[in-house]
């Protein structure tokens, strides 16, 4: 090796042990979720006590600080052979400050900060600030659209400083066997547990995260806002701790095999909607952002449950 060489990579080495440092240090944490879910649609033979006319599913969603959101709000005709429910894109960002060096105390929201999505090599979405440090794009309303194996930045615009974290080629949609029923819906007896079994990652990867979210249907055919069952961090310090703990955190997460409790179908005759994402983390890219601030990224799929005695 040439002396020129071996003082370039010296120099290069000791760039990236300066990064590092600066972001084991940092006090700004950004924590940024995108979901997608497919179109979908439900047979009338799935929906328990309903015989036709208009459903609806109303706006449902994980809570706004750092969770995972699913979202719908349209009546639908069942006269015409089906419910269907449109795709959705829906990000969040929350960002904030750290309080104290460890992860035992919730960061502290920083509002008016100028957030954006990029798509790298595509298009920029500026994202609304819902106050509290919380800034939410809805696809729908702006235009944008999932792509699998696509990496996408956020970019945060505060005082005058930028920050920035990315997540790269992120997962396609899971097939889920146990899903996808002839009938369109999963037939399960009220108040068992459910197990489903996720496929096999290509070799020598591993599964990406998943996570489990279960929504009640009432009578009327609107959509519970809280689910029945989640195992989904909902608060930005969650969120850290998940990242920050790639071996034991995410361990649930990466089962093959997928139980959802029996309490979640705790109802007879009644409707429930499976909400499952695989997800790909992701984290900062300027050395200003804190270490452990967490990027995830998925799409879902759906599936409909139907339960009786």
């Known amino acids: 090796m040439t002396p020129l060489l071996a003082s370039a990579l010296a120099l290069l080495a000791g760039c990236d042990l300066?990064?590092?440092?600066?972001?084991?240090?940092a006090r700004s944490v950004v924590v940024a979720?995108?979901?997608?879910?497919?179109?979908?649609?439900?047979?009338?033979?799935?929906?328990?006590?309903?015989d036709g006319g208009l459903f609806a599913l109303d706006a449902g969603t994980f809570p706004l600080d750092g969770g995972l959101p699913f979202d719908a709000g349209l009546p639908?005709?069942?006269?015409?052979?089906?419910?269907?429910?449109?795709?959705?894109?829906?990000?969040?960002?929350?960002?904030?400050?750290?309080?104290?060096?460890?992860?035992?105390?919730?960061?502290?929201?920083?509002?008016g900060a100028q957030v954006t999505l990029q798509q790298v090599n595509g298009p920029a979405f500026p994202l609304v600030d819902q106050g509290g440090g919380n800034y939410l794009l809805s696809g729908d309303d702006a235009g944008?659209?999932?792509?699998?194996s696509a990496s996408y930045q956020f970019k945060v615009v505060a005082q005058n400083e930028t920050y920035v974290a990315e997540v790269n080629q992120v997962p396609s949609e899971e097939r889920i066997a146990a899903f996808e029923q002839p009938s369109g819906f999963i037939d399960q007896v009220a108040g068992q547990p459910l197990t489903f079994i996720r496929p096999e990652p290509p070799q020598g990867q591993k599964l990406n995260l998943g996570f489990v979210n279960v929504f009640p249907i009432d009578a009327s055919g609107r959509q519970g806002v809280m689910p029945t069952y989640t195992n989904v961090p909902v608060t930005p310090l969650q969120f850290l701790k998940l990242v920050g703990d790639a071996v034991g955190a995410q361990t649930e997460y990466r089962a093959q095999s997928v139980?959802?409790?029996?309490?979640?179908?705790?109802?007879?005759?009644?409707?429930?909607?499976?909400?499952?994402?695989?997800?790909?983390?992701?984290?900062?890219?300027?050395?200003?952002?804190?270490?452990?601030?967490?990027?995830?990224?998925?799409?879902?799929?759906v599936a409909v449950v139907k339960t009786r005695p």
């Open 76 to 111: 639908i005709d069942l006269r015409d052979g089906g419910l269907g429910l449109p795709a959705q894109n829906v990000v969040l960002v929350f960002f904030g400050q750290r309080q104290g060096d460890g992860l035992d105390v919730a960061p502290q929201g920083v509002p």
């Open 144 to 148: 944008f659209r999932y792509a699998s």
């Open 259 to 301: 139980t959802i409790p029996g309490s979640a179908f705790s109802e007879r005759d009644r409707n429930y909607i499976i909400v499952f994402q695989s997800a790909k983390t992701g984290g900062p890219r300027s050395d200003n952002l804190f270490t452990g601030s967490a990027v995830i990224a998925g799409t879902a799929v």
């Open 18 to 25: 300066q990064k590092t440092a600066n972001q084991l240090s």
């Open 33 to 50: 979720t995108v979901l997608a879910t497919p179109p979908v649609t439900i047979k009338p033979a799935a929906i328990a006590g309903l």
